[in-house]
């Protein structure tokens, strides 16, 4: 299994403290993850996308380039990209000029986003959410792999004139993974692109994003693609992880602070059902415990997803210091006995998109 860090950049208060730190405090602790993810061995850092409520990640390809800048060699991804409210040539432009600063280590995480307040603030109806998503990602495809593109669709002026976006993207276009997390459209929509599916595994049961996997590979499978390609990732819960000794000691440190950030989220139709640190632990996706007891969760969840990749969040409420030592220590004491129980070949030699950090094109590396 390949390990992701993930974060959407929330921008709270410590809800037992009180705690919290400046909006350039809390970005620079995000440059500084992933210069640590990059040393400990994480294979990938991935920025989220959200325009609304308390997160400051409105700008992820600022964020993004600025990592690109100072690491080297940890993958970058995007959790996700809310293709739905923004223009394509754009999305193809900025990310394209990602991929360039970090050398083919750029991979796309599109959705239509988890915040509805994002569609007025953009202009557009909330109704269209879906049928946006797969008209601008059908664009954005063409737009990296051809040249001269024409086009003419429902929610963008036409491209008369024959264009090609620049700069183009490091080696070919960089594969594309679809957010999944409450709707059934998303899963299809990868499935019948030939493209991994990132599912969200945050709040619900095990069972509802089961369904969704399910059915994404229903799709995958019957339009005719690659079975050894049918890649999938998962999150990790909301909150973000916690390790100690014990999962009682873990529940007994973190569990004031997951119960009052679920307490404190009300959004009608988007919440947890699990308001206790141990229902969350015992049923829900949260990964708070022993590393012992985290690595076995997270094998269990690989028995019934077969993901091959695992995003972590951390519990950004918590001191800069201890949110860092949760990620050496998962990196230490969870990711070797998980790596060793469920191996994959995402991002090896099988991995046509692997060789785009060499230059080499996924189309081309998939005829070797």
Same mark, same amino acid.
């Given at each position: ?183 059934? %459209? !998303?899963? /299809?929509? #990868? $499935? ?6 990132? @599912? *969200?595994? +945050? ?29 999938? %990732? !998962?999150? /990790?819960? #909301? $909150? ?6 014990? @999962? *009682?000691? +873990? ?44 690595? *076995? ?72």
């Amino acid at each position: 299994m390949k390990f992701q860090v993930l974060d959407i950049i929330p921008h709270l208060n410590n809800p037992v403290t009180g705690e919290g730190v400046s909006t350039a405090e809390r970005l620079e602790q995000v440059l500084e993850t992933a210069r640590r993810a990059e040393e400990l061995g994480y294979d990938s850092f991935s920025i989220g996308e959200r325009h609304a409520g308390e997160f400051i990640s409105s700008s992820p390809t600022t964020v993004l380039a600025a990592i690109a800048a100072t690491t080297s060699t940890i993958r970058l991804h995007t959790g996700v990209t809310v293709l739905s409210v923004l223009d394509p040539v754009r999305v193809a432009e900025d990310y394209a000029t990602i991929d360039q600063l970090s050398r083919g280590r750029l991979e796309l995480g599109i959705g239509k986003g988890n915040e509805v307040l994002q569609y007025p603030l953009f202009g557009l109806d909330l109704a269209d959410q879906w049928d946006l998503l797969a008209e601008k990602y059908a664009l954005l495809r063409r737009l990296w792999r051809e040249e001269g593109v024409t086009w003419e669709g429902r929610f963008r002026p036409a491209l008369v004139e024959p264009t090609t976006t620049t700069p183009r993207p490091y080696a070919g276009a960089p594969r594309v993974w679809h957010g999944s997390a409450t709707s059934l %459209a !998303s899963a /299809a929509l #990868a $499935g019948d692109w030939g493209d991994p599916l990132f @599912t *969200a595994n +945050a709040i619900q049961p095990r069972e509802n994003y089961k369904v969704l996997i399910d059915h994404y590979a229903e799709r995958y499978d019957a339009a005719g693609h690659d079975p050894a390609h049918r890649y999938i %990732a !998962s999150g /990790a819960g #909301a $909150g973000g992880i916690f390790l100690a000794d014990t @999962t *009682a000691e +873990a529940k007994r440190q973190f569990g004031p602070v997951y119960e009052a950030l679920t307490a404190g989220r009300d959004v009608p139709g988007n919440n947890s059902p699990f308001r206790s640190i141990d229902h969350a632990v015992a049923e829900g996706p949260s990964l708070v415990g022993s590393p012992e007891d985290v690595a *076995a969760k997270i094998l269990e969840y690989h028995a019934l997803y077969g993901h091959a990749l695992q995003a972590i969040s951390l519990p950004t409420t918590l001191p800069f210091g201890q949110q860092l030592e949760v990620l050496e220590r998962f990196a230490a004491e969870v990711i070797p006995a998980v790596r060793a129980a469920a191996p994959t070949t995402l991002w090896e030699a099988e991995d046509p998109f692997a060789a785009r950090v060499h230059g080499v094109p996924a189309a081309l590396a998939a005829t070797r």
